[in-house]
């Protein structure tokens, strides 16, 4: 937990109850239904909570903002981006139900009330989203496709509407065609070696004028 006070500073005390609330509760529910590996419980403040919130450090999301997180898993990185910004409402969608039921129960056990959650596939989603974050569910060709079309184009940031992606190593050819994606290199915010190939990936939704 001191890894998190280390880089968020301004927590409130609910956020550090939230925060600090998560290692019982993943071990809790892990133990019932597996869906970290027991590496990752151990270092879950590093591997999961803090990189998740990688995507805070390039993005602040504003009160009211639509953000939909595909192939959330064990609830990464929705659940600690819905801790660190309250007014925002999150949207977690997984086509698998165990992990969306783990979900449901710590969002449960930490009383988060701006996150819904789905079970299905996101090509089923009919909704729009100011951005789209994700972590480790497929190639950007892949997961542009699956997310067409769900994306608002009211803009309310300095970053533009998009998608927000948590990739780690060389991504020269996933995304040699996306000219208009911004790599940003964690450890340009993050000491520590677990980050030093990470990055958060941003691409802007294209849309056509009338
Ligand atoms: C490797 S896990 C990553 C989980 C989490 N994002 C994380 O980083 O810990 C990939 C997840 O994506 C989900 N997934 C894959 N394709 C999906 C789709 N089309 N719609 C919704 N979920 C999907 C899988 O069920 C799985 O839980």
């Known amino acids: 937990?001191?890894?998190?006070?280390?880089?968020?500073?301004?927590?409130?005390?609910?956020?550090?109850?939230?925060?600090?609330?998560?290692?019982?509760?993943?071990?809790?529910?892990?133990?019932?239904?597996?869906?970290?590996?027991?590496?990752?419980?151990?270092?879950?403040?590093?591997?999961?909570?803090?990189?998740?919130?990688?995507?805070?450090?390039?993005?602040?999301?504003?009160?009211?903002?639509?953000?939909?997180?595909?192939?959330?898993?064990?609830?990464?990185?929705?659940?600690?981006?819905?801790i660190l910004f309250p007014e925002t409402q999150f949207h977690l969608v997984d086509s698998i139900g165990k992990k969306i039921k783990v979900v449901n129960e710590v969002v449960e056990g930490l009383g988060l009330e701006n996150l819904k959650t789905t079970h299905g596939r996101v090509e089923e989603v009919n909704d729009t989203y100011d951005f789209i974050v994700s972590r480790a569910v497929a190639q950007m060709e892949t997961f542009v496709r699956w997310t067409k079309g769900k994306i608002s184009k009211k803009q309310n940031h300095e970053l533009k509407n998009g998608i927000l992606y948590l990739k780690g190593g060389d991504l020269s050819e996933e995304l040699k065609k996306y000219t208009t994606a911004t790599i940003y290199d964690l450890p340009n915010y993050f000491d520590e070696p677990f980050f030093e190939t990470k990055k958060v990936v941003h691409l802007p939704m294209k849309f056509k004028s009338k």
């Not at 968020?8 to 993943?26: G, P, R, V, W």
Request: charged content about 25%.
């Open 1 to 82: 937990m001191e890894i998190i006070h280390k880089y968020f500073k301004n927590l409130s005390d609910t956020q550090i109850e939230q925060f600090s609330k998560l290692q019982e509760l993943y071990e809790d529910w892990n133990l019932k239904i597996n869906v970290v590996s027991r590496k990752d419980i151990d270092e879950l403040y590093l591997r999961h909570v803090l990189h998740s919130l990688g995507i805070a450090k390039v993005m602040q999301f504003m009160p009211d903002t639509k953000v939909m997180d595909v192939g959330t898993g064990g609830g990464f990185p929705g659940i600690p981006l819905a």
